[in-house]
Structures are given as structure tokens and as C-alpha cells.
């Protein structure tokens, strides 16, 4: 093959991919930047951010306060770059590239699709008629190099100790937070890096306890493997509910937001590890804290929530059975189907970055020693309870007879139609509350509203008229 014939197959989709998962990564934690204030206010009853406007004339363009966002990363960039004067400056420079570097290295390993096979994309009959690719449900496309035509991996990187990569990287962010208060010389940014090792490491342990029920589950630690696993039986909720509870939790706490942002908490040490922070070095460490929120939502939905699938959509199309009766076999060109699947994988991504904002203004923080005893004394033994719990039940299976293993697959299959179900649920009722006009009715709050509302209402000033 010639240069230009492996920058073609080879180094193109490579770097196709790498911009997908960076520009996605970077424009959610932008995003969220915008929900984390829209949300609040939504849930507080408060004015959310609607003051910054681009103005034209007459026409006046607010974006639902995204501008705000905007704003923000502008007026990073020409912010005072402080430096405290006994600051060591290598170090206090080094931090937030430490902590921003290990969040977008992760995403090398998390797929966003399944293998796609380039001969089969399309296939043209003589007459100029489309039929269906020779795609199967099971069968991994092979590699044609007398065209240069080889499968591309939906994956920068296929590693075979994937998720081992994951918990490697995962782990510098502590370094990170403990170099910008050791270096910031403030006993307040100390303070911060001090609990956030501590808390960091703690939760590690329990992140990395809570999958091994799963590992034994999947046979693999490849993440890709793991989602095709989940395609073909269920999904990793229904199979270790538990797991996920515990991982979702520990992930929050690794990315250190509301109720576990002790690291930071401003009622206590100003800003923590971050205090002496300004201009675009403040704007990393706040940017890669969003970001975190993106890939741990990413991680979730590969190891949990099935990943790229659908209910009942396989590489060779769309297949509804229970056991071994087929309902409904229809086949669908290889290329629908890797749209339908990348674009399951962002909507579950974004939907669990939601969700962990709807937890950050849900819950209260904890105190330092609650949010210790949780790891060791709660979580923790969860973890280790369900390991044990999962080997045991592994073994009854294995070592049952054929109709157990054929009643574990209907019950899979009745998982894929309850998920099926309730997304169909929750998108038609979306559609229908977009559609219907709302109503406001008004509320009366408070004893002295309601004794001015029985009175005929209050009385308006002239200057409130």
C-alpha cells in the first residue's frame, strides 16, 4: 500500500473519530455549563441566566441565555493570568493540564458505535436498485486489502485491557488537584487538595470494586465487548443493578459535584485547591470538571445501559423475538444502522449528564465524615456483598441445565421490550407537553400572600404602576 492508501484507510478515520469524541466532549461541557444556571433556576423558582444579548438594530437575540455561556469562555482568555508571588510556579502552572489532560486520553477507548463495514454500506444491483448489505447479526466484517477497504472500529483505540486504561488515567486526576494546592502556597488550597485526594482515592477503590461483579459477568475487560454483550442479553442494570448504583455514586464523587464537592466548598475554603486560580488556568479546571461529568456519563452508559444498542436493532437490522420465536425480522441497510446506534449512544450520554445535573441541585452536601463513612462503611461493602453475591449466583447458572439458560433468555428479552417501552413512553409524552399550550395558573405562597389574596390582593404604588 502507498502513503496516500494508508492515510486514506487507515489515518482518516482515525482522525475522523478523535474530532467526533473531542468536539462532542467539549461542546457538552460547554452545555452544561449553561444547564447547570438554567436548571437551578428552574428548580429554585429563580430568574436563570437571560440578561446577555446580542443586539442588531432592533432585533435582540438572548438564545435562552447560551450567550451567558458564551461570555464566560471569552472572558477566560483575557482575564489576569495571578500567580501568587511564593507560588512554585512550575507546579502551580503544570496542575490544571494535569487534570484537563487525563479527562479527553479516556475517551481513546469508549466506543460510540459498532465496527462499521465499508464494502457493506451500500450495495448497488446492475438495474441501480438498493438491496440490503451482507451484513450479519453476529459476524465481524472482514478486512478486503486488495481495495484497501478494512472495518473501522467506532473506537480510537481497541485496547484489550480497556478498562484498566480507564481506572490508569482516571487516577492522575488526583495529582492534579494536589499539585494546584500544594503549589498555590494557601493553607485554604491545601486544605482542598488535601480532601480531594483523599476523597478521590477513597472512591477510586470503590470504582473499581463495584465492576468486578460485572467483569465476571461480560468475561472481558474490553469495553466494546462488554456493550456487544449487552446487546445480545441485557442490559448491564438489569444484570447488576446494584453495580450501577454504586458506580454512578462513586462517579459523582470522582468528579467531585454537589453533594460531594468538600474539595471546593466555598462556604468553607473559598474555592479549595483552586483558590489562587484565575483567567484560562481557572477556566481548565472549571471546564474539565464538566467534562468529567460527559465521560463518566459515557462510562455508565458502555458498561450499564447498553451503549450503542437499541432494543431489538442488530447490525443486520431490526429483530424482535423472545427466546426462540421471532415476532418481527426486518432488515435494514448496514449504514442506518450505525446512525441509529452512534446517535443511541450521544442521546444516553446526554441524558445521564442531565441527570447528574438534576442531582447536583437535588441534594445537600455532606459533611466531610459522611461523605467518608459512605465510601467505606456503605459503598464499599456493597461492593464486595455483590461480588460474592454475583459468583455465587454465576455458578448456580453454569451449572444449571438448558431450560434455565433458555428462561434467562426470554427474561433478557422482556428487559429489551420494558427499556423499548418506556423510552417510547417518555418520547411521545415529550412530544405531546411540547405540543399542548401550557397554563399558568397562579400560586399563592406564604400566609401574608394568602390573607392578602382573600382581601381582594394588595395594593400597587404609583411608581409600581
Same mark, same amino acid.
Given at each position: 500500500?502507498?502513503?496516500s492508501?494508508?492515510?486514506i484507510a487507515v489515518?482518516?478515520?482515525?482522525l475522523v473519530?478523535?474530532l ?5 466532549v467539549?461542546?457538552?461541557?460547554a452545555?452544561l ?5 438554567r436548571?437551578g433556576?428552574?428548580?429554585?423558582d429563580r ?5 446577555a444579548?446580542?443586539k442588531?438594530g432592533?432585533?435582540e437575540l ?6 451567558h455561556?458564551a461570555?464566560?469562555?471569552l472572558?477566560f482568555f483575557f482575564?489576569e493570568d495571578?500567580m501568587p508571588p511564593?507560588?512554585?510556579k512550575?507546579l502551580?502552572?503544570?496542575a490544571?493540564?494535569v ?5 479527553l486520553a479516556i ?9 462499521v463495514c465499508?464494502?457493506?454500506?451500500w ?5 441501480g436498485h ?9 459476524g465481524?466484517c472482514?478486512a478486503d486489502?486488495a481495495n484497501?477497504i478494512f472495518p473501522i ?6 485496547l484489550?485491557?480497556g478498562?484498566?486504561y ?5 487516577g492522575?486526576?488526583i ?5 494546584a ?8 488550597s ?6 480531594a ?9 470503590v470504582?473499581?470494586m463495584?465492576?468486578i ?5 461480560y468475561g472481558t475487560?474490553?469495553?466494546d465487548?462488554?456493550?456487544r454483550?449487552q446487546?445480545e442479553?441485557?442490559?448491564g ?6 453495580t450501577f448504583f454504586?458506580?454512578f455514586?462513586a462517579a459523582v464523587a470522582e468528579?467531585?459535584?454537589i453533594p460531594f464537592?468538600l ?9 479549595g ?8 488556568k481557572?477556566g481548565?479546571?472549571y471546564?474539565a470538571?464538566y467534562m468529567?461529568?460527559a465521560t463518566?456519563?459515557?462510562?455508565l452508559?458502555?458498561i450499564f445501559?447498553g ?5 431489538f ?13 421471532t ?14 446506534q452512534?446517535l443511541?449512544?450521544f442521546?444516553k450520554v446526554?441524558f445521564l ?7 447536583r441541585w ?7 465524615d459522611?461523605l467518608m463513612k ?7 461493602p $456493597?461492593s464486595?456483598?455483590n ?6 449466583i454465576f ?5 444449571a441445565?438448558a431450560d434455565?439458560a433458555?428462561?434467562?433468555? $426470554? ?6 421490550a420494558l427499556?423499548a417501552?418506556? $423510552?417510547t ?6 412530544i $405531546?407537553?411540547?405540543i399542548r399550550p ?5 400560586w399563592v405562597v406564604?400566609?401574608s ?5 382573600l382581601?381582594?390582593?394588595s ?5 409600581q404602576?
Open positions: 500500500m502507498t502513503t492508501q494508508i492515510m489515518i482518516v478515520p482515525a473519530k478523535i467526533v469524541m473531542i468536539g462532542f467539549f461542546n457538552v461541557g452545555l455549563t449553561w444547564l447547570d444556571r436548571q433556576a428552574m428548580i429554585q430568574v436563570g441566566p437571560n440578561r444579548v446580542f442588531l432592533k432585533f438572548r438564545a435562552a441565555g447560551l450567550l455561556t461570555a464566560d469562555g472572558k482575564k495571578f511564593k507560588a512554585d512550575l502551580f502552572s503544570l490544571p493540564m487534570v484537563m489532560i487525563p479527562v475517551l481513546a477507548v469508549i466506543p460510540f458505535g459498532d465496527t465499508p464494502q457493506s454500506l450495495h448497488v444491483t446492475k438495474d438498493m438491496i440490503f448489505p451482507a451484513v450479519t447479526r453476529l465481524v472482514g486489502p484497501n472500529p467506532m473506537q480510537i483505540a481497541t484489550n485491557v478498562i484498566l480507564v481506572f490508569a488515567l482516571a492522575q486526576g495529582v492534579g488537584a494536589a499539585l494546592g500544594y503549589s498555590s502556597d494557601n493553607k485554604f491545601l486544605m482542598g487538595a488535601l480532601r485526594a483523599s476523597q478521590m482515592v477513597s472512591y477510586e477503590v470504582l473499581g463495584s465492576l461483579g460485572a467483569f465476571m459477568l475487560l474490553r469495553i465487548e462488554m456493550v454483550w446487546g442479553n441485557a442490559w442494570v438489569f444484570v447488576q443493578p446494584l454504586v458506580f455514586a468528579s467531585k459535584r464537592d474539595p471546593e466548598a466555598e462556604s468553607e475554603l473559598v474555592s485547591y483552586f483558590t489562587e486560580y484565575s483567567g484560562m481557572f481548565m479546571f471546564f470538571e468529567e461529568v463518566s456519563s459515557m462510562l452508559v458502555t445501559l451503549g450503542w444498542n437499541l432494543p436493532l442488530h447490525r443486520d437490522g431490526l429483530t424482535i423475538s423472545f427466546g426462540t420465536t415476532l418481527v425480522h426486518q432488515l435494514l441497510p448496514h449504514i442506518w444502522v450505525t446512525i441509529f452512534v443511541t449512544f442521546g446526554l449528564c442531565w441527570f447528574q445535573c438534576f442531582v437535588s441534594l445537600p452536601r455532606f459533611r466531610y459522611q459512605l465510601c467505606w462503611k456503605v459503598l464499599l $456493597i464486595l456483598a461480588i460474592f453475591l454475583t459468583g455465587i455458578m448456580a447458572i453454569d451449572n441445565g434455565v433458555a428462561g434467562l433468555k $426470554i427474561a433478557a428479552d422482556v428487559t429489551q427499556v417501552l418506556t $423510552i413512553y417518555f418520547v411521545l409524552r415529550g $405531546i407537553g411540547f401550557s397554563k399558568h395558573t397562579p406564604g400566609s400572600a394568602n390573607q392578602a389574596e382581601a381582594g390582593g395594593k400597587e404604588s404609583p411608581m404602576a
